[in-house]
């Protein structure tokens, strides 16, 4: 859903993300670490050459080895300044999609106000994973990080975002706060769930597969793509800044977004406008 910035709150936000992401980048270079720019940002890159106008947040993806890596150098080179938000490391978070806030800032969007953690103006950071060949372990790996993930939610919220009308959504939001009643009085639920989402993300890795997947996306099959298409990383500009992408990236915006250069029609532009926003004395 689209909802309305002002247009300096929105630039605001805008620069502040891509301010992250530029130091994201310059860690990464300097690491040697590969990543690329994904998802709305990335049909940004291509369409707007930066942000789609009305987007507010910036997505990055990374191999789990390049990952794995990042995790390593965080604390070192980010830590002082800036929170990598999981729940194994920011305690009280529950989500799977992994965020780099920015300390001594606030952004809460209206899903997540439940969550005792601090929530700052952030990049969105999405793990590949090695997709199973085989139906019954490609079926275990979506059915298992799709529940896995709703339970991990639930932990901290008992509101998620329900797209259906009428008695049944009413009956699924009453099992939310059921779910999220019992959860919430488990000591570091949210962190044993994450673990057991982790080990079935990587369930696959020890051995060659034909694609991989981000099972942090709510639509695994639709944006898997080839395992051997990701190098050599490019780089593209991005609000005048030179960012990575994934070598066949137009590819990959075409299998998962059609005809991406083509403006969506209003009623399908869809931004995550908070209902809390705080620069402190950041931005």
Not at 17 to 42: A, H, M, P, R, V
Not at 44 to 56: E, M, N, Q, S, Y
Request: with cysteine.
């Amino acid at each position: 859903m689209l909802r309305e910035y002002d247009s300096n709150t929105l630039k605001r936000v805008q620069k502040a993300e891509l301010d992250i992401l530029k130091t994201f980048d310059k860690i990464c270079q300097k690491y040697e670490i590969n990543y690329f720019l994904d998802w709305g940002s990335l049909i940004g890159a291509a369409r707007h050459k930066g942000f789609i106008p009305w987007d507010d947040d910036l997505d990055v993806s990374m191999t789990r080895k390049d990952y794995e890596r990042f995790k390593k150098i965080y604390a070192t080179e980010l830590g002082e300044d800036y929170i990598l938000a999981t729940p194994i490391h920011h305690s009280g978070y529950c989500g799977v999609v992994i965020k780099l806030m920015r300390r001594n800032t606030k952004f809460v969007p209206e899903f997540s106000k439940e969550m005792k953690c601090e929530l700052g103006i952030h990049i969105d950071i999405f793990v590949w994973d090695n997709l199973c060949d085989s139906k019954l372990g490609m079926s275990a790996q979506i059915i298992g990080t799709r529940i896995l993930s709703y339970l991990i939610f639930l932990c901290g919220s008992s509101n998620p975002v329900i797209s259906c009308r009428g008695g049944l959504k009413f009956i699924l939001h009453l099992i939310c706060k059921i779910i999220h009643s019992i959860l919430s009085r488990i000591p570091k639920s949210e962190k044993v769930l994450y673990r057991c989402f982790e080990k079935i993300c990587k369930m696959a890795n020890r051995k060659s597969t034909r694609c991989i997947a981000t099972f942090q996306s709510p639509n695994i099959l639709k944006y898997a793509f080839n395992n051997n298409k990701l190098e050599p990383y490019r780089r593209i500009q991005f609000e005048g800044y030179p960012i990575s992408v994934a070598n066949n990236y137009k590819e990959h915006l075409r299998q998962s977004y059609g005809d991406y250069m083509k403006l969506p029609p209003l009623n399908q532009r869809e931004n995550h406008c908070a209902d809390e926003i705080d620069f402190g004395d950041v931005y």
